[in-house]
């Protein structure tokens, strides 16, 4: 496998509620009756615990996808890691939280608030809202385009460190003898005034444990690079490929440097969707059984809302037609366009089977075959320069991830590439990343504001 | 004390961080250094719970107050909700959350995840930010006015309540076999299109375990009575008076027909802040404690601040001085001046001692005394209609809610007034309140909309 890297393998356990396999609600060992029962995640983030995983992670989405699938239900993700800290003791607690229909005053509180009751295991995915639903559920008709996004999301986050940083770390006095709570000479006004935001602060809720809360990004796009570059610490990214994974890897740490940062301030962790058996057989007639429950008009549906292409009338059975070049749609997911038509055309793969692996994986690296192989894929993407890790994304939940757990991290832990037990308690502890002090990011502004 | 009502009386603990005194932190039974950990919370919590409370509830600012005292700091609401339903069994949950500064689906879907995940103990405690303080943390200047901020609330109320009913209780199917995960045909858009708020549903979370969260509210003033009455299920209020809480339940309770509303779906619930001692003497020596605590200067600031008026150059020792009609004031608390100029003329207190009083309580009605005497007041309010339980804001946090478990609460047990053991299992079921069906709130819109 080739020379062992320095450091540490990091893994995030990428929680999706019934699994991420489109079909996976309907295996029998999804926990799909208790979709709305807290106990389902406190089963998974425990087990995930055991697993000594870096993190749990939600996704989020502000509107309804799927009336007729699970997914269809998201709870709110900064609830459900709230309840989780109570029942966990050393696992990262992370979620997406989009920056498009959250004021920036409320975001810094919530994750600031997160990080006190969990004694510093709170992480943010700074995303910017995608769909036209999404907007239509806050009033509006359209999203901005996707580079102003993202310009609109620096400002934001801009403004949420700000907030973090208006308390010194000892600004807290508690004198009960003075009176004297705080100290005001520690406590700023950020008054910041934007093109987008405004806040004037301070905020109501003291520095977090971990200065700021661990800011995770998931665009994979130019901009969201660049983003990534200036202010990421965990990149979960759609890597198909160790080829793709590598050049994507070292793009976005060199673009580090131009921030004055360290290529180890940003942890790169594509997605990765397992199904595992104890022979390779055994994985594949797993992997058809879950493909055969996505019904085709779901496939296909699905395919044509990746692609932004309407392929209903395509026939099933054939490979992928040449898709119009993506530029001209709007707010499309166009960093995605090109990898999914290199997968058709790589693997051979019809329309419904392409379809249907899309859907399964949702456009994140699968992987079928053993748990000795599972590892073997893993280190050789860790040695190799693909990742720091990976986001572990298991088909059915909770069942897909008390086999990872089971199988696959004792193997990780006897090569030596992962933890036997937590070292640290916080989830920067964790990722082996640094405490940022009080005006962090100033120092590696964008140029242009 | 004369004829019993029927019916129960609720009690809810008002966890206002250290306490609702404003010297409170300073006090040895205070849990100020740990403020910022959860496990603080958890044990006020459970000991509420031990008590036979019908809920907790916090409040919320969106800015920081007195950066010079513990009221400082003050966590998410929801988030410490979240948590503690984690390590408590049967209490309500509830607290604030401003219509000014959140978006009308996130808060349908934070109450409605917290429902779920509590099984139906959710409460929201619906108000319109009010102090430019927190408008400047928002990037605005100032708020719309007093009246206009409610008419906002209301349509903000109905579009949280058709995004709750957007799924059928019945929605969801979760069938493996045919792939259904829920019946389309039971969810549906609201396409909510108002003045100010609009969103076009479906909510992705189904509908509440409670149908709605219970509805609170705590506004006094006239257009905050006609809120209520339209809306409100339990109504927190500052009544200094067992004459005044009197008129105002009455007042209240009449409007409900207005509504074609039963005047036993609103519970009202003054705020009730008790210093208690083994006698008269003891407890009357641990007010005086309290109140001594208090600096001048910050008494007489906020007298100020609540009068909108400047006291300053004032002699302290003096009567407060005729307050100017507070009606041209913007944005004023309008219905609490009258209120605190009738306490100081008929108790004939000093600018100083006004302010520490205000200032310990925060204008609710507050009570010195021995464990019995408070029981005879909570009767006595209870029993002459003055109000159906109170809100208990303990001086000091956690010490005066433990004393207050321990030795008022097998008093009024005792008496036949309050619960022994819970009854039901949902906040709705501790109050005694009905569950509501889709479409509920359509039954009684406002004429003028």
Chains 1, 2 share one sequence.
Request: glycine share 10%.
């Amino acid at each position: 496998m080739g020379k062992q890297r320095q450091g540490q393998l990091h893994l995030g356990a990428f929680l999706y509620f019934t699994g991420h396999h489109h079909a996976g609600w309907r295996h029998p060992s999804s926990g799909v009756e208790q979709m709305f029962d807290i106990r389902n995640y406190t089963r998974m983030a425990q087990t995930a615990e055991k697993g000594k995983f870096d993190m749990i992670f939600f996704a989020d989405l502000l509107h309804l996808i799927y009336p007729s699938h699970a997914a269809a239900g998201m709870m709110d993700p900064i609830a459900l890691l709230s309840a989780l800290s109570m029942v966990t003791e050393k696992i990262g607690l992370t979620a997406t939280m989009s920056t498009t229909y959250n004021e920036p005053y409320n975001t810094a509180r919530k994750f600031a608030t997160l990080d006190h009751i969990s004694g510093g295991r709170a992480g943010w995915n700074i995303v910017t809202s995608q769909t036209d639903a999404e907007a239509n559920n806050y009033g509006r008709d359209k999203h901005p385009e996707h580079g102003l996004r993202y310009e609109m999301a620096q400002e934001f986050v801009d403004v949420v460190t700000e907030l973090w940083d208006s308390w010194d770390d000892d600004a807290l006095v508690m004198d009960r003898a003075s009176g004297q709570f705080a100290d005001p000479a520690k406590l700023r006004q950020s008054d910041f005034k934007g093109q987008w935001y405004a806040s004037k602060g301070p905020l109501n809720v003291p520095r977090p444990p971990q200065g700021y809360p661990v800011l995770i990004q998931a665009g994979s796009s130019g901009p969201g690079q660049d983003f990534a570059a200036r202010i990421g610490e965990v990149i979960f990214t759609a890597q198909p490929s160790l080829a793709s994974a590598q050049a994507f890897y070292k793009s976005v740490k060199a673009k580090l440097a131009e921030y004055g940062r360290d290529e180890n301030s940003l942890k790169i962790m594509p997605g990765l969707s397992p199904i595992i058996g104890s022979t390779e057989e055994e994985a594949r007639r797993r992997e058809r059984e879950l493909l055969d429950l996505i019904r085709p008009e779901e496939a296909v549906g699905f395919l044509s809302s990746m692609l932004q292409y309407d392929l209903s009338g395509y026939p099933v059975d054939e490979q992928l037609p040449d898709i119009p070049d993506p530029v001209g749609a709007s707010n499309g997911m166009k960093s995605r366009v090109q990898l999914i038509m290199d997968l058709a055309r790589n693997e051979r793969l019809s329309v419904l089977e392409l379809g249907r692996r899309l859907l399964g994986a949702r456009g994140h690296l699968q992987f079928v075959g053993t748990p000795e192989q599972l590892a073997d894929l893993i280190e050789k993407w860790f040695d190799s320069y693909g990742c720091d890790g990976f986001n572990i994304m298991p088909p059915v939940l909770p069942g897909n991830l008390d086999e990872f757990v089971d199988q696959v991290v004792p193997i990780l832990q006897k090569r030596g590439l992962f933890r036997e037990e937590y070292e640290g308690s916080t989830l920067r502890e964790h990722l082996g990343l640094g405490r940022p002090s009080v005006g962090h990011f100033k120092n590696h502004k964008l140029q242009t504001q």
